[in-house]
């Protein structure tokens, strides 16, 4: 059984910075695409930040720029940089694995999922 844990989320100030990280349990770590998804209140899930086995990346134009997404694979972990938050970026953030290589944006191709972590931003 896989387990995806993400850790790191908290209140900031606007402007601030956060760096998410997502342990996953196993040892194919390294074979998996991972993502970063959000959820604000209201609104519907998101991913925000993708990498694939190889490091290729994508991101959602709303945090392209400000976020960054990396991994390490002696750590088993993918985390999510956060720079210059917003308000608007408030979400419980979630971490997700997929058994593939490939980036996807897609959140329903992956296969694991953490509970996620809230993030507050305040104004």
């Known amino acids: 059984q896989v387990q995806v844990v993400e850790s790191g989320g908290g209140l900031v100030q606007a402007g601030g910075s956060l760096r998410l990280s997502c342990v996953v349990s196993?040892?194919?770590?390294?074979?998996?695409?991972m993502g970063w998804s959000r959820q604000a209140p209201g609104k519907e899930r998101e991913l925000v930040a993708a990498i694939g086995s190889r490091g290729s990346t994508h991101y959602a134009g709303s945090v392209k720029g400000r976020f960054t997404i990396s991994r390490d694979n002696a750590k088993n972990t993918v985390y999510l940089q956060m720079n210059s938050l917003r308000p608007e970026d408030t979400a419980i953030y979630f971490c997700?694995?997929?058994?593939?290589?490939?980036?996807?944006?897609?959140?329903?191709?992956?296969?694991?999922w953490g509970r996620g972590t809230q993030v507050t931003v305040s104004s």
């Open positions: 997700a694995a997929g058994r593939f290589a490939l980036v996807s944006t897609a959140g329903q191709d992956y296969d694991f």
């Open positions: 196993g040892r194919t770590f390294s074979d998996y695409a």
